[in-house]
């Protein structure tokens, strides 16, 4: 990887294959889930992550590229430690576990996206800049859906002694 044209096709590379990985972890996540609340929103991002890979196609296509996914290390090790906390959590605790899991998700894609976004201005992508800025908008709508859900009932909630 020698120009940024190059990083920036790798990096999109890169979130391509996160955004393929978590259409198939956030069922998993919904489902485990305890909070209706929680669930709900899990299962909304899961809706709003497909639609993801497909703006992410029209990037792609935007500059003249095949889709392609790259192993994205990052992701994968967010996904795993989701899923020992599946293993090892449960009740409200496995909620707000979960919860901080998700959270640690959107601020991965988050940093990515930014990244991408600004990267595909200087790169004179001005298409690629605005579909990667509407991807950016909705992982930040999710993470301040996820921090409000935290704040208002999930964190109080697993504080509670189990009766
Ligand atoms: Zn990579
Ligand atoms: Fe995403
Ligand atoms: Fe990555
Ligand atoms: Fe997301």
Redo the contacts with the bound molecule.
Sequence with gaps: MKTLAEAFEHTLQDIYYA?MA?TKALPKVAAAAGNAKLKQAVEHHLTE?KE?VKILDKVFKSINKQPKGEKCDAIEGLIKEADGLMEEASGKALDAALLGAAQAVEHY?IARYGTLREWAKVLGHDEAHDLLGQ?LDM?KAANATLTGLAVTVVNEAASKKAA
Excluded: A, N, P
Aim: aromatic share 0%; hydrophobic share 30%; net charge negative.
């Design positions: 955004e978590l992550t993801q894609e991807i992982e």
